[in-house]
């Protein structure tokens, strides 16, 4: 399994697994809790759910998915940017650790930009470490001057990653915010690395993906996973699909595969502003 090294020198699974929609459904149970141990089973450790998703069925449906094995994971859970004050950020916190069934998330992100000052946000997830009840924080869809905003605030280097929408139709954070992030050791995570299925039925890549005897899926995955400092998060609710995403880590792409891939998939060519799912 491929690996990114945080800021602070702990390496974690570059492939991980997304849970958006998981627990929405009663009648999946059984499957998506069978889904994610098989990708914890094939090494795809790190879990990334939020208070969020289905209001906290996600990580319901998580907790239950890790009970018994919690120590093998990564957990990453995001709080809302409404609740991310001091108070409300350890509120929130509190509920979603509760929810997981477990007494620490290993990563919890700023879900998005809102109206609470960036400080006061750091400041509560400082606390948090301090308590023991996170052991790392970061941010998810900032852009390069977010980032730059976090970092003139106290403590606020301390971001020790950013999960923003990445995938060969959403490439615009090569432009100038990969790199930031790269030149700052900050990992970038990569959601809805297959667009949300809607990449999996291109005709370019399925013929690039068959050509190479692999899915498209596995191709996707692998294009994203090239980048040294960059993770990627499918959700995936069938433990086929996620031993076909896992086996994804292992690929590496050609020179002649990606040149294919960026006539199919124009890099940038400006500067864009990131877009958000
Ligand atoms: N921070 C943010 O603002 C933000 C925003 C969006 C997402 N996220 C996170 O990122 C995760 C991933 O993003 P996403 O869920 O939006 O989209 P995604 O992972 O790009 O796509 C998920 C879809 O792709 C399908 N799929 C996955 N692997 C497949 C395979 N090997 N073959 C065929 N189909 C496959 C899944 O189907 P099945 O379910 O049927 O397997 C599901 O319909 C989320 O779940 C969430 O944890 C974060």
Known sequence: MKTVTLPEGEIIAALGQGTWYVGDDPAMREREIEALN?????????????????????????????????????????????????????AACEASLKRLGTDRIDLYLLH???????????AAFEALVKEGKIRHWGVSNFDVNDMEELFSVPGGAKVAANQVLYNLTRRGIEWDLADWCASRGIPVMAYSPVEQARLLRHSGLRELAAGLGITAAQLALAWVL??????????????????????????????????????????PRKATPLEML
């Open 226 to 267: 090239r980048r040294r400092d960059t993770m990627a998060i499918p959700k995936a609710s069938s433990s086929s699909h996620v031993a076909d995403n896992a086996a994804a880590a292992e690929i590496i792409l050609s020179e002649d595969t990606l040149q294919a891939l960026d006539r199919t998939f124009a890099p």
């Open 38 to 90: 098989h990708g914890i089973d094939l090494g795809m450790t790190v879990i990334d759910t939020a208070e969020m998703y289905g209001s906290g069925r996600s990580e319901t449906r998580v907790g239950e998915a890790i009970a018994g094995r919690r120590d093998e994971v990564f957990l990453v859970s995001k709080v809302l940017p409404g609740n991310a004050s001091r108070k409300g950020t350890i």
């Open 112 to 122: 998005w930009r809102g109206g609470v000052p960036l400080a006061e946000t750091v």
